[in-house]
């Protein structure tokens, strides 16, 4: 199967964080069998939690490493596209939810019809706009 991975399973599976995910999301991480991409938008948000010093780990010295983890992890970054922008323009804002980011990477899932793993909540609210949402209750 396919998943898109957000940002916050990016960063907890590259650092080896397995107690930020649940035993479901391990196991998905651990099948061989599946493909996981990751946003162009998720890579511009990890790059910049690096250069902010938001993700300080001995892994990772530059933004070179964090390229390198992701091959090694065969993660495939997929590119923000004309088609994603237009679903991105129809996905109905929620007042408890106005991140354009998120916004913009849940469109790319809905787009693509591939489920994406998140730990934030509030994806949930898009479901019934078209999302696949594979949760992480942390």
């Known amino acids: 199967m396919r ?4 940002t916050n399973i990016l960063i ?3 650092l080896d964080q397995r107690s930020e995910l649940n035993w479901k999301i391990i196991d998905l991480l651990d099948d061989y069998s599946n493909h996981f991409y990751v946003s162009s938008l998720v890579m511009r948000e ?3 939690l690096f250069k902010e010093k938001k993700i300080i ?3 990772f010295k530059c933004t070179d490493d964090l390229f390198i983890a992701m091959d090694i992890a065969n993660y495939e970054v997929k590119p923000f596209t004309k088609q994603h922008v237009l679903i991105y323009s129809k996905l ?3 007042e ?10 849940i469109s790319q899932s809905i787009s693509d019809k591939i489920p994406i793993i998140s730990s934030d909540s509030k994806f949930k609210l ?3 706009q078209g999302l696949q949402l594979v949760f992480n209750k942390r």
Do not use: C, G, Q, T
Request: zero cysteines.
């Open 3 to 6: 998943y898109y991975l957000d």
């Open 57 to 59: 780990h001995p892994k």
């Open 92 to 94: 109905s804002s929620l």
């Open 46 to 48: 990890a790059v910049w």
């Open 12 to 14: 907890f599976s590259l």
């Open 126 to 128: 898009y479901e019934n």
């Open 96 to 105: 408890v939810h106005k991140d354009p980011n998120d916004h913009m990477i």
